[in-house]
């Protein structure tokens, strides 16, 4: 599963420095009025951006099913603000345009060392959990999401 991980984001990470293809994601990310005007076809750009991340989202769910021997429609609910948080941490920007691949992987490490350490103090305090300490762990990736995004605009 790692061979695959990395293998994917190896791959991608080029195809989205090298090539003009995935380079128009950033352009239509970034402006897509501008994007137009200059020449990009954005709607197709939209379109094969969709496209590929519902296909490799198939791929991750296949994946998981090998993982774990079954399929639950439940899997991934409340891991949304993660995910948003993790690429906001990588470096991406919530108006498009810029972020990079690597970036987001720092970003998932980075909330997951956190909640990783957050998990071990809960651990240490059972018998006189903290509130503080649970709040801390339920609120971790609101946390660290608005103090990485409040200095950038």
């Avoid at 919530?94 to 490490?109: D, E, M, P, S, Y």
Wanted: charged share 10%; glycine share 12%.
């Amino acid at each position: 599963m790692i061979i695959i991980f990395l293998v994917t984001v190896i791959v991608f990470d080029f195809l989205l420095r090298k090539t003009t293809v995935f380079r128009k994601v950033f352009y239509t990310g970034s402006n897509e009025r501008a994007a137009a005007y200059s020449g990009i076809r954005t709607k197709k750009v939209v379109f094969l951006t969709t496209t590929l991340c519902s296909a490799l989202c198939g791929f991750a769910g296949i994946i998981y099913m090998a993982r774990f021997g079954s399929a639950q429609p439940t899997f991934g609910i409340g891991m949304e603000l993660n995910v948003i948080a993790a690429a906001v941490i990588g470096g991406a920007s919530l108006n498009g345009g810029t972020g990079t691949i690597f970036g987001a992987i720092l970003g998932v490490v980075l909330l997951s060392v956190v909640s990783s350490s957050l998990a071990l103090w809960m651990c240490r305090s059972i018998g006189r959990t903290s509130s503080a300490a649970q709040f801390c762990w339920q609120q971790c990736p609101l946390i660290i999401f608005c103090t990485n995004v409040g200095g950038k605009s």
